[in-house]
């Protein structure tokens, strides 16, 4: 996959995530948005237009929503299937829930999120649900 067939180019792309109908995630936090592209590279969607500031990390739970980590906006973005936003975990700040800079996720056993929170130095573990 290059570039050029997200309609414009990447600029500065960083996480990779993958979704149980091989469809492919990009983040880009230098365009502030989410590309899809289909298993031959085609491209299928853009996410997170305004909604997103700098999107970095990212995994899809085996509902087939995306978690991505917005950097810019110290939470975790969480979107459905079809790109709709389904919600937000977290604020900036050093509490439980509160992020500095997070900058990837990942699943875990149990239904578990974990989140790298960059700016605090740790990681944070969440139990999420199904929507």
């Not at 995306?66 to 790109?83: I, K, P, S, T």
């Amino acid at each position: 996959m290059e570039g050029r067939r997200s309609g414009g180019g990447w600029f500065r792309p960083w996480g990779l995530a993958v979704d149980g109908e091989r469809a492919v995630f990009v983040s880009e936090p230098g365009n502030a948005r989410i590309v899809r592209f289909d298993p031959l590279g085609d491209l299928l969607a853009v996410w997170g237009l305004g909604i997103l500031t700098k999107p970095a990390g990212m995994t899809v739970d085996r509902w087939g929503r995306l978690f991505v980590a917005d950097a810019g906006a110290h939470q975790v973005v969480v979107f459905g299937r079809r790109g709709n936003l389904l919600g937000r975990i977290g604020a900036e700040g050093s509490g439980f829930a509160a992020f500095r800079e997070p900058k990837d996720v990942a699943l875990g056993p149990g239904d578990a999120l974990y989140v790298l929170d960059s700016g605090n130095a740790r990681v944070q573990k969440f139990r999420i649900e199904r929507e």
